[in-house]
T-cell receptor
Framework: DTAVSQTPKYLVTQMGNDKSIKCEQN?????MYWYKQDSKKFLKIMFS???????INETVPNRFSPKSPDKAHLNLHINSLELGDSAVYFC????????????FGPGTRLTVT | GQNIDQPTEMTATEGAIVQINCTYQ??????LFWYQQHAGEAPTFLSY??LDGLEEKGRFSSFLSRSKGYSYLLLKELQMKDSASYLC??????????WGAGTKLIIKP
């Protein structure tokens, strides 16, 4: 019974392609997040959604777009992939708008060649 | 700007005690988190401090000094499975989490 799940776990693709990463949580949480963790291990928040509304949008390129069909899902779509997009992307969720304890998905390792 | 500082790497011996320090500078403060992240895995929540003092939870304890912008995570009776990265994160006035780069802890037998 995975609390936060992501697919795929690994994604290898070429520059210029468009790809999506899916995230689902079965915890009944209100808020979901997308993080990027680069090779230096910094976790950088990209987006968060609360009740289907974007409440944080950090300075990420507009090639990245979050899509939330419902409270339990927050997918990440990336257009025109670049080499610098290679990283591990984590989805997370928490209860409430405030970033209290967050539950992370297993991560998606994206490699752009 | 906002910043979290913690050592890049620490080494300790199985059965011993280790203290991982974290200093933070944020615009406003609403608490400090510690997360554990094993290699290739997702971060998992360890502790949350918003008031000064020490919070103990089994072998792990977390301390906070708001006036000094300082926290530490104390791990006792170290086990090999404690080898992981430990991430410090501060919640700023907008309730956004500011993350440190993590401290890689290596446990030797």
């Amino acid at each position: 019974d995975t609390a936060v799940s992501q697919t795929p776990k690994y994604l290898v693709t070429q520059m210029g392609n468009d790809k999506s990463i899916k995230c689902e949580q079965n915890l009944g949480h209100d808020t979901m997040y997308w993080y990027k963790q680069d090779s230096k291990k910094f976790l950088k928040i990209m987006f968060s959604y609360n009740n289907k509304e974007l409440i944080i949008n950090e300075t990420v390129p507009n090639r990245f777009s979050p899509k939330s069909p419902d409270k339990a899902h927050l997918n990440l779509h990336i257009n025109s992939l670049e080499l610098g997009d290679s990283a591990v992307y984590f989805c997370a969720s928490s209860q409430g708008e405030v970033a209290v304890e967050q539950y992370f998905g297993p991560g998606t390792r994206l490699t752009v060649t | 700007g906002q910043n979290i500082d913690q050592p890049t790497e620490m080494t300790a011996t199985e059965g011993a005690i280790v203290q991982i320090n974290c200093t933070y500078q944020t615009s406003g403060f609403n608490g400090l988190f510690w997360y554990q992240q094993h290699a290739g895995e997702a971060p998992t929540f360890l502790s949350y401090n918003v008031l000064d003092g020490l919070e103990e939870k089994g072998r792990f304890s977390s301390f906070l000094s708001r006036s000094k912008g300082y926290s530490y995570l104390l791990l006792k009776e170290l086990q090999m499975k404690d080898s992981a990265s430990y991430l410090c994160a501060a919640l700023d006035s907008n309730y956004q989490l500011i993350w440190g780069a993590g401290t890689k802890l290596i446990i030797k037998p």
